[in-house]
T-cell receptor, first 113, second 113 residues
Framework: DAKTTQPPSMDCAEGRAANLPCNHSTISGNEYVYWYRQIHSQGPQYIIH???NNETNEMASLIITEDRKSSTLILPHATLRDTAVYYCIVRVNSGGSNYKLTFGKGTLLTVNP | DSGVTQTPKHLITATGQRVTLRCSPR?????VYWYQQSLDQGLQFLIQYYNGEERAKGNILERFSAQQFPDLHSELNLSSLELGDSALYFCASSVAHSNTEAFFGQGTRLTVV
């Protein structure tokens, strides 16, 4: 499985941009990068995913480096409700056209007032 | 609200017992995933079903089994329960087996005493 490395924790001031890094140096050419977050003991929530190009949606932006070995999730204006564990995941083919998401330990983002 | 419904929300049972956790996927989703989250293990993938058929297996114990019914709801059966089975159990669903933009339910918290 392509592994990801994330810092265990980060802090961010409310209203500022939160930039969460992820290293995935063993990623293969056709493997997507997914981001999920989990607010304390709730079900994980899908945020965004990408392959090569940068992506943006209403929640966040995803910046993937040209060599695809790392990516950054950007929350443009963090709020207190963005405090959560953020998971960077490389989608792995588990056989045929089947894929699975393998969660690591993630980054605990704490947004401070 | 992700649209995925899990019941019950909480379950307390004794060691050696058997329980059934239920998951109703989002309307239109054919794929169902089960995950276990304990304090020391993080989110562990257990098993995936697509349109009634098993598609992928993860770290699922032999004491655990699952199925997906014709109406697409799924059940996870846990038997001969041990203290270490105490955890949050999440169900997720997605449209297709290769589409891992999955939506998670709020989980069932199982406590084995």
């Amino acid at each position: 499985d392509a592994k990801t490395t994330q810092p265990p924790s980060m802090d961010c001031a409310e209203g500022r941009a939160a930039n969460l890094p992820c290293n995935h140096s063993t990623i293969s050419g056709n493997e997507y990068v997914y981001w999920y977050r989990q607010i304390h003991s709730q079900g994980p929530q899908y945020i965004i995913h990408g392959l090569k190009n940068n992506e943006t949606n209403e929640m966040a932006s995803l910046i993937i480096t040209e060599d695809r070995k790392s990516s950054t999730l950007i929350l443009p204006h963090a709020t207190l409700r963005d405090t959560a564990v953020y998971y960077c995941i490389v989608r792995v083919n588990s056989g045929g056209s089947n894929y699975k998401l393998t969660f690591g330990k993630g980054t605990l983002l704490t947004v401070n007032p | 609200d992700s649209g995925v419904t899990q019941t019950p929300k909480h379950l307390i049972t004794a060691t050696g017992q058997r329980v059934t956790l239920r998951c109703s996927p989002r309307s239109g989703d054919l794929s169902v995933y089960w995950y276990q989250q304990s304090l020391d293990q993080g989110l562990q993938f257990l098993i995936q079903y697509y349109n009634g058929e098993e598609r992928a297996k993860g770290n699922i114990l032999e004491r655990f089994s699952a199925q997906q019914f014709p109406d697409l709801h799924s059940e996870l059966n846990l038997s001969s329960l041990e203290l270490g089975d105490s955890a949050l159990y999440f169900c997720a669903s997605s449209v297709a087996h290769s589409n891992t933009e999955a939506f998670f339910g709020q989980g069932t918290r199982l406590t084995v005493v």
